[in-house]
């Protein structure tokens, strides 16, 4: 396998860095052994490089995926759960689903969803996995890295469940029991052995991920959590603040906020991402901030759910850590990070539009500069490599893992871009990929991935979600 390539004649590159890195004068792109190597104009092939045309087209990083449910990828639009809010829909669609899940079912939503994001540009992605309870059967972590490893993209498990059973899940028809924190905190240990990567550049990493702190472990044990997360050197993940309720259940609860919360019981800092914080306060928006603690920012799920806008603009401006994930696509119908970034620039615009007043001066119009191009794709590559702790991956640049994508503007939502850079973000659809590269290996070539029969995982897929409609 060709382990050198350059990148020739690119019409232009965004490097994912923030500022005024965010785009490189660089036309041509040196790669070998999994790095960027080289970056310049004219750049010569030297022997043993493969050569890839780039010209007409642009180049991204390999947009990184900080929060997301494969095992959803068979529960897409599910009728019983399309028009619900969050609490309603967990129970009518994830909970009641979730039993039905062996793992082959398993490997084959992992494996439509990881397809599904590396047609997007996707090369790195965190799995919020949380289908977990004594004597299963499988190894349901194995199955995930395995079919990622496949696929030759960057994963990490976020090793969701709980301890105790919600008020949502006690019903018969959802009930799955929970784990004890010894079996949890010992399997923990053995995947971090296993697959958590450090230093430059990993493959695979793990992290520490209860369903949602505020509910799915006691309050004794959360602190117990944190430390033992910390002494296995692997960070830490949960929902947090996704809905109202989560405020109203932590002040009934536990007389604070959720982020105070999480202040009290260790859970904040440059290891922690929570996703979501649709509703945070100023003083827990400075909290965050202030504490380096990351946001797993999903906005097209948040808002398919009625949950609101999650105020990653605000958290940026005041330094602090954002990223962007996709969620599961039971509550994300289309589970990739081109649509993603897409809607996430366009809705930060329109909320801070309407949240504009009639002013006395008559100066009532603002917003439209709320996020930028380079900031969304800044938070969907390095700043989720930083929050997730890929350490070397996320920017283009020498040194950095050689992930990236190269898009084909050649459909005519494309044609008239008077900055062809910035089509992926805002013409939306999807370009097509020429070549997606991640760990400096093509894994995605002419819009293709190399090994997979897309028609016959389409039928593997509508099969198998027949079936579910029969067993649940």
Not at 294 to 311: E, F, W
Not at 334 to 344: G, T, W, Y
Not at 389 to 412: I, M, R, T, W
Request: proline content about 5%; some cysteine.
């Amino acid at each position: 396998m060709n382990k050198q390539f350059l990148i020739k004649d690119a019409h232009a590159v965004l490097t994912g860095a923030a500022g005024d890195a965010a785009r490189s004068p660089a036309t041509d792109i040196r790669i070998a052994d999994g790095v960027i190597t080289q970056m310049g104009c004219g750049l010569l092939p030297q022997p043993g490089e493969r050569v890839l045309d780039a010209r007409d087209c642009v180049v991204y990083p390999g947009w990184v995926n900080t929060h997301h449910h494969l095992f959803q990828s068979l529960l897409k639009g599910v009728p019983a759960g399309i028009n619900l809010t969050l609490s309603p829909w967990l129970q009518a669609v994830p909970f009641i689903y979730r039993k039905a899940f062996d793992e082959r079912r398993l490997r084959l939503a992992a494996r439509i969803g990881l397809v599904e994001l590396m047609l997007s540009g996707c090369t790195t992605v965190a799995d919020h996995h949380y289908i977990y309870y004594p004597n299963m059967g499988y190894d349901a972590s194995a199955a995930l890295f395995d079919e990622a490893d496949k696929l030759g993209v960057r994963f990490m498990l976020q090793r969701g469940g709980g301890t105790v059973t919600r008020k949502l899940e006690a019903d018969q028809s959802t009930y799955v029991e929970p784990e004890t924190l010894d079996g949890m905190m010992g399997d923990v240990e053995r995947l971090a052995a296993r697959y958590h990567g450090r230093g430059a550049r990993p493959m695979t990493r793990v992290a520490l991920a209860p369903t949602t702190a505020t509910v799915s472990v006691p309050r004794g044990e959360l602190r117990q959590i944190a430390g033992a997360a910390r002494r296995l050197g692997i960070p830490l993940h949960t929902h947090m603040s996704e809905t109202v309720s989560f405020m109203e259940h932590c002040r009934a609860e536990f007389g604070c906020l959720p982020i105070e919360y999480l202040a009290e019981h260790d859970w904040l800092g440059k290891d922690v991402s929570l996703a979501h914080l649709t509703h945070l306060t100023d003083g827990e928006l400075a909290l965050l901030a202030r504490t380096g603690t990351g946001m797993a920012h999903c906005p097209q799920s948040n808002a398919r759910l009625a949950d609101g806008v999650a105020r990653a603009p605000d958290l940026h401006r005041l330094g602090g850590a954002v990223s962007l994930g996709v969620d599961g696509a039971a509550s994300n119908e289309a589970a990739d990070m081109l649509s993603e970034v897409h809607f996430c620039w366009l809705m930060h615009r329109a909320h801070a539009g309407a949240a504009t007043r009639p002013r006395p001066d008559g100066a009532g119009e603002a917003g439209a500069d709320s996020v930028s191009v380079e900031q969304v794709v800044n938070w969907a590559s390095d700043g989720g490599a930083r929050v997730l702790g890929f350490d070397g991956v996320g920017v283009l640049a020498v040194g950095q893992a050689a992930d990236l994508a190269v898009y084909d503007l050649d459909s005519p939502r494309y044609f008239g871009l008077h900055d062809m850079a910035i089509g992926p973000v805002v013409a939306a659809g999807r370009p097509r990929l020429k070549w997606l590269l991640a760990a400096g290996r093509v894994v995605v070539e002419d819009d293709a991935i190399p090994g997979v029969d897309m028609a016959a995982l389409r039928a593997e897929a509508a099969a198998d979600v027949l079936r579910l409609a029969r067993e649940v």
